[in-house]
């Protein structure tokens, strides 16, 4: 009896997972960034190099433990970086965006 007390708060957390695994990435909600409903796994691969977007914090802590699923799922350096992420000024973006039309119209 006294291992299934212990092992159980285990068991829990790994069927916990499980679950949140498969539906985390059903979630919807309205992105303030683009002005339409997004999934949670597009949240996961939205942002620079295929990471998650810097705003996925702010925007999905109401609907469920964002942060627990990412610090599961995520590799603790990108984890980290996440935690810490800023936007980019918006002077910065549209000049990227600039950038990128010039060269693909070349």
């Given at each position: 009896?006294?291992?299934?007390?212990?092992?159980?708060?285990?068991?829990?957390?790994?069927?916990?997972?499980?679950?949140?695994?498969?539906?985390?990435?059903?979630?919807?909600?309205?992105?303030?960034r683009?002005?339409?409903?997004?999934?949670?796994?597009?949240?996961?691969?939205?942002?620079?190099?295929?990471?998650?977007?810097?705003?996925?914090?702010?925007?999905?802590?109401?609907?469920?433990?964002?942060?627990?699923?990412?610090?599961?799922?995520l590799?603790?350096?990108?984890?980290?970086?996440?935690?810490?992420?800023?936007?980019?000024?918006?002077?910065?973006?549209?000049?990227?965006?600039?950038?990128?039309?010039k060269?693909?119209?070349?």
């Open positions: 009896m006294y291992l299934l007390i212990v092992y159980r708060p285990i068991l829990v957390l790994l069927i916990w997972g499980a679950i949140m695994k498969n539906t985390a990435n059903k979630l919807m909600r309205r992105c303030p683009l002005g339409n409903t997004v999934s949670f796994h597009y949240c996961k691969i939205c942002g620079d190099q295929q990471q998650p977007c810097f705003k996925i914090l702010d925007c999905w802590w109401e609907h469920f433990d964002v942060v627990r699923y990412l610090k599961d799922h590799p603790v350096d990108q984890f980290n970086q996440l935690m810490v992420a800023q936007p980019k000024p918006k002077i910065n973006s549209l000049v990227e965006l600039i950038d990128l039309a060269k693909r119209n070349e």
